[in-house]
């Protein structure tokens, strides 16, 4: 199983945001057995999120491939044609089920 860097990369990420996640609960869980007031997570647990952030990030702009350019005028990327009158256009759908009228009264 070869994984790439930017996997592995995406991988590590995660696990700092996950370590940063347990850690603001152990903080204040420490903070409640002190009774203290949680006024916002150590510096250590921001710089953590923000490393796991950028990590994550990467990789998730990475691992899937390079972004190939949408040429409008290309018949691969054809929009389908929808009909010129859309005011008679009729989806079929689950909505059907539903009676059409509901009689839903507020309670004052």
Sequence with gaps: M???LGFLVGIFGVLI???AAYSTIQYRGLLKIMEDEFSGPPITVVAGLLVGLVLSLWAGLTVPGTFLSIH???EENRIVALPANL??????HRGKVFPV?????LKH
Excluded: Q
Excluded at 101 to 105: A, N
């Design 2 to 4: 070869g994984f790439s």
């Design 87 to 92: 005011d008679f256009m009729v989806f079929n």
């Design 72 to 74: 409008p005028h290309s």
């Design 17 to 19: 945001l996950s370590h």
């Design 101 to 105: 009228e509901m009689d839903l009264k």
